[in-house]
T-cell receptor, first 117, second 111 residues
Framework: DAMVIQNPRYQVTQFGKPVTLSCSQTLNHNVMYWYQQKSSQAPKLLFHYYDKDFNNEADTPDNFQSRRPNTSFCFLDIRSPGLGDAAMYLC????????????????FGPGTRLTVL | DQQVKQNSPSLSVQEGRISILNCDYTNSMFDYFLWYKKYPAEGPTFLISISSIKDKNEDGRFTVFLNKSAKHLSLHIVPSQPGDSAVYFCAARNTGNQFYFGTGTSLTVIP
């Protein structure tokens, strides 16, 4: 019954060692999002895909990249993790939401907690 | 700059009483507002939403109120139950499909 799946749930990496987090969805939603959430802070949008169109937030560091090879999967690549990148990473999906469309929401995965040693 | 703010990090309420969670926003272009509930070790789950063209939406024990002139929304839970204890996030969506979240309010319902 899982709709948005994130693997792994816990990831430990070393300072500077590239790491990839994965997200998959069974909802066939057009839009997929990646958020970073640090302790006691709001989830912060890093980027999102509208189908294959990539939309980067202006303040997302270049260290963060994303790939969406098909509708179901989306990956977050952190090229050179720093200690400040330790956080919970949340993947979410939503349907095609044009301006004026109502009733849409995001569906979140359980998150991947990243630890950087 | 935080576009969605939840100024109360925590709230405690007796079981059976009303819980009121508040949220303020700064961007008048937001067209849709949502509340999410989050338990430990889980992702946020959708609770209730409201369009910017409405001022109230009710779903069972949950009601969301929107005051556009004040750029303020609130979530009312009546009656509060111990199972409602969780972190509640307020979020707002713009027409570019971007969602902005508040920092959350941790609700504790005391039996």
């Amino acid at each position: 019954d899982a709709m948005v799946i994130q693997n792994p749930r816990y990831q430990v990496t070393q300072f500077g060692k590239p790491v990839t987090l994965s997200c998959s969805q069974t909802l066939n939603h057009n839009v997929m999002y990646w958020y970073q959430q640090k302790s006691s802070q709001a989830p912060k949008l890093l980027f999102h895909y509208y189908d294959k169109d990539f939309n980067n937030e202006a303040d997302t560091p270049d260290n963060f990249q994303s790939r969406r090879p098909n509708t179901s999967f989306c990956f977050l690549d952190i090229r050179s993790p720093g200690l400040g990148d330790a956080a919970m990473y949340l993947c979410a999906t939503s349907r095609d939401t044009l301006a004026g469309a109502q009733g849409d929401t995001q569906y979140f995965g359980p998150g991947t907690r990243l630890t950087v040693l | 700059d935080q576009q969605v703010k939840q100024n109360s990090p925590s709230l405690s309420v007796q079981e059976g009483r009303i819980s009121i969670l508040n949220c303020d926003y700064t961007n008048s272009m937001f067209d849709y507002f949502l509340w999410y509930k989050k338990y430990p070790a889980e992702g946020p789950t959708f609770l209730i939403s409201i369009s910017s063209i409405k001022d109230k939406n009710e779903d069972g024990r949950f009601t969301v109120f929107l005051n556009k002139s004040a750029k303020h929304l609130s979530l009312h839970i009546v009656p509060s139950q111990p199972g409602d204890s969780a972190v509640y996030f307020c979020a707002a969506r713009n027409t570019g499909n971007q969602f902005y979240f508040g920092t959350g309010t941790s609700l504790t319902v005391i039996p």
